[in-house]
């Protein structure tokens, strides 16, 4: 009998205990409290109303109780998929056992897999807090890790746009994309939403960081924070038919009430039942007609739409923006001077008008150009292919008789050299412009290396090559001398190094090996150039002239920043720009692999919770130059800016002379 009572006893203990939470903290760094003090009893009245409050029905609470060094502020968090009797329970059970591992500190924390309950005696509202957090991953291993991770980063950053974006009630997002081997990988992300959305998106964002930390090719983990958490798994792990009605019901208006002295009665409502059953069916009919008839006329549209798609890599795509040589003849008035834009070392570039009225900037490639059939079809497969809003957008082409051109979309301020090295012009790039135009090359460069179907490699990243729209943003051109990855090749080799001096990684100019991080390096030495508003090729400071990555380098490490900066920026954020230059040092690390990749430069400008390491030294630029005498073709091409020919000879000869490029021999 005694054991029975004993079994019983213990049976009884195990049903009623609290499950375990997945994590929790019990924090010492606000003090204790001790038992049935004013501060305990509001905690309990806190926690007990928050638990059951029934008016809130969308998971989220945020209450405070008591005054003074009494009062107590808690936050629940329950998933967004969850239902509200379901956040109620598990909100109760985290009332209940973080109470009892907590039993005297006025700060704890406590995450189920459904919520997420915090109180504290300061103020944790509206407030970003990264710590304390935990880490949980899946023990498997990712399929192709490095088309894994390209897809989970580009599936959390979507979500991160829609939770961020939400409500004061919900900041909560879903979703689910295809990774390598047709695996679906299933990620969420939120935030306490008292946050706003900047705060949101940049807590999502570290979190994110924190991945290969945590669960580096990893099939599944989670980064759990305060304010925001996220997850990603390759099976579901949320309820979707919550997801989907878990936004707030649109309002109603009440329904009229039946008047009082209605004449219905049973055969009314007969006569109205066989009215319903002849009408529905023939309007469902006459629906079903319409919709068939609509799709069909649409059929070919579709087929024409999904033939493009399918084209794949054969030169046949592009071939449907061809256009003939008497069209772009017409558009560019003969290829005036008046209409000539700019010279570079591929040839001029004219601004043209097609027969439509649209305005495009036609470049026209030389006969003595490096350029052949080969690299023109090249640029003309891949600019055919991208687009993104940072990019330049391909409009047509010609290649015809003797003649190679290609046909861009217009971009009205030229390039950033027009602006950004002229001493009167550079004024108009205020710090909120000069970081707008950095942010867009960065995204710019991260849809070539990581999010298009395609990497591509530009290899001749520089200020000429960014041209300004209208409202300023960045466009990147010139894909003359990319070279054209498939999606698992990291790096490259060739004999022939093509670029601009001063902005060439060592690596590709010593020996003609490329990479993503070749790119990394030309986007330092550009994000220097915004900021100081000072060409790479060579810093005046009294008699000496020295490289601009080296000058900011000895600045940035004897603590003298300031001196790099653009003496016209009297605006801006200081923090916001020695960033800036901190990033632009990481970039041109001599060592390849301690260069970030262009998505991690992404994240670092824009959430200021990712940590920067310190840079290494730079490689010389002095030592570069002698070194790579013998090895280095530079070919100048500005396609926005007006040069007249004198002064693009003068360049030339600068370039060959001060920039120690030799053109390439060729076999007699």
């Not at 730079?618 to 570069?624: E, H, I, K, L, Y």
Request: aromatic share 8%; with cysteine.
């Amino acid at each position: 009998m005694v054991l029975f009572l004993s079994i019983l006893i213990i049976l009884i203990s195990q049903i009623n205990a609290q499950p375990e939470f997945l994590y929790n903290f019990c924090l010492n760094d606000n003090g204790n409290y001790t038992a049935n003090s004013s501060y305990h009893n509001n905690l309990n009245t806190l926690l007990s109303n928050l638990s059951t409050n029934t008016q809130i029905d969308y998971g989220f609470y945020n209450f405070s109780h008591g005054l003074g060094n009494d009062k107590v502020n808690a936050i629940g968090l329950c998933r967004g998929d969850v239902k509200p009797d379901n956040c109620r329970s598990c909100l109760n059970d985290s009332r209940v056992l973080l109470t009892e591992l907590c039993p005297n500190q006025k700060e704890a924390i406590g995450w189920y897999d459904n919520c997420m309950l915090r109180y504290s005696n300061r103020s944790i509202f509206s407030t970003v807090e990264i710590l304390p957090s935990f880490f949980k991953w899946n023990n498997g291993n990712a399929t192709d890790a490095d088309q894994f991770n390209t897809v989970l980063t580009n599936l959390l950053n979507g979500l991160i746009s829609q939770a961020s974006s939400g409500d004061s009630r919900r900041k909560f997002a879903v979703g689910n994309a295809t990774g390598p081997a047709f695996q679906t990988l299933f990620g969420l992300v939120q935030c306490t939403p008292d946050l706003s959305e900047q705060d949101c998106s940049d807590c999502l964002l570290g979190a994110i960081t924190e991945i290969p930390r945590c669960c580096d090719d990893k099939k599944g983990g989670r980064v759990i924070r305060p304010s925001c958490n996220i997850r990603y798994e390759i099976y579901r792990f949320y309820e979707l038919a919550n997801v989907a009605t878990s936004s707030p019901p649109p309002t109603m208006l009440p329904l009229s009430p039946p008047p009082t002295d209605s004449l219905s009665t049973e055969g009314n409502s007969s006569n109205t039942r066989t009215v319903i059953a002849i009408v529905v069916p023939i309007v469902a009919f006459v629906v079903l007609v319409i919709i068939i008839f609509i799709c069909l006329r649409m059929r070919k549209s579709w087929k024409h739409i999904e033939d493009e798609a399918e084209s794949g890599d054969e030169i046949r795509s592009p071939e449907t923006l061809q256009l003939d040589f008497a069209t772009i003849m017409v558009a560019t008035n003969n290829f005036s001077d008046t209409n000539k834009l700019g010279q570079g070392g591929f040839g001029p570039v004219y601004k043209g008008i097609l027969s439509n009225g649209q305005e495009v900037a036609v470049k026209r490639l030389s006969g003595n150009s490096f350029q052949g059939d080969i690299e023109f079809k090249n640029e003309v497969l891949l600019v055919a292919k991208l687009q993104h809003r940072n990019l330049v957008t391909l409009q047509g082409f010609c290649l015809e008789r003797k003649e190679r051109l290609l046909v861009y979309e217009f971009v009205p301020n030229k390039s950033l050299d027009f602006f950004i090295f002229d001493q009167v012009k550079r004024a108009q790039l205020d710090w909120e412009r000069r970081y707008k135009i950095i942010g867009g090359i960065a995204r710019g460069l991260v849809y070539l290396h990581e999010d298009s179907r395609l990497r591509i490699i530009h290899r001749d990243l520089k200020a000429s090559n960014i041209l300004l729209d209208e409202m300023m943003n960045p466009k990147i051109s010139d894909f003359g001398m990319a070279r054209l990855f498939a999606t698992d090749q990291t790096q490259g080799n060739t004999s022939r190094v093509v670029g601009t001096y001063g902005y060439m990684a060592p690596e590709y100019m010593l020996y003609g090996q490329f990479s993503v991080k070749s790119d990394v390096f030309s986007f330092g030495v550009l994000v220097l150039e915004i900021v100081s508003g000072t060409k790479n090729s060579g810093v005046r400071r009294g008699e000496n002239v020295e490289d601009l990555v080296t000058y900011a380098w000895k600045n940035w490490r004897e603590g003298t920043g300031s001196n790099i900066v653009d003496p016209t920026l009297t605006d801006g954020s200081r923090n916001e720009i020695m960033r800036c230059i901190h990033i632009g040092l990481l970039c041109v690390q001599e060592n390849v692999a301690e260069r970030p990749s262009m998505a991690s430069v992404l994240l670092m400008l824009n959430s200021y919770s990712v940590t920067l390491p310190l840079p290494s030294q730079p490689a010389s630029f002095n030592s570069r130059r002698s070194l790579s005498a013998n090895a280095i073709h530079s070919e100048e091409y500005n396609s926005g800016a007006t040069k007249s020919s004198s002064e693009s000879q003068i360049q030339s000869v600068q370039a060959s002379v001060n920039d120690a490029s030799i053109t390439e021999p060729f076999p007699r």
